[in-house]
Nanobody, 123 residues
Framework: QVQLVESGGGLVQAGGSLRLSCAAS????????MGWFRQAPGKEREFVAA????????YYADSVKGRFTISRDNVKITVYLQMNSLKPEDTAVYYC????????????????WGQGIQVTVSS
């Protein structure tokens, strides 16, 4: 069982930055590809970014490419999402998730999810 806890969300003005963190509960964290997803009000949950086991491979949704950066620290068993140049349309609840797949990506099975954290971008 993997427990994930997100932190770092909040309210920011358009053009600003936030850094989300997701702390895992297991030392086998390095065996899981990790992803970030988000869900805006009235919309389906969507993929944001993913990172492979060692951090060498990353994937991004087109809507965040060039603005968001996913990274991981396997010693601190934490995955991060650095969000720059935020836009009002980035407003959503952000979730981190863990996949037992060796490969990261939006279509991999994500078996474990955090509780989500709110990010609000004002115009």
């Amino acid at each position: 069982q993997v427990q994930l806890v997100e932190s770092g969300g909040g309210l920011v003005q358009a053009g600003g930055s936030l850094r989300l963190s997701c702390a895992a509960s297991v030392r086998t964290f390095m065996n899981y590809a990790m992803g970030w997803f988000r869900q805006a009000p009235g919309k389906e949950r969507e993929f944001v970014a993913a990172i492979g086991l060692s951090g060498g491979s990353t994937y991004y949704a087109d809507s965040v490419k060039g603005r968001f950066t996913i990274s991981r620290d396997n010693v601190k068993i934490t995955v991060y999402l650095q969000m720059n140049s935020l836009k009002p349309e980035d407003t959503a609840v952000y979730y981190c998730a863990a996949s037992p797949s060796a490969q990261a990506g939006p279509s991999r099975p994500y078996n474990y999810w955090g509780q989500g954290i709110q990010v609000t971008v004002s115009s």
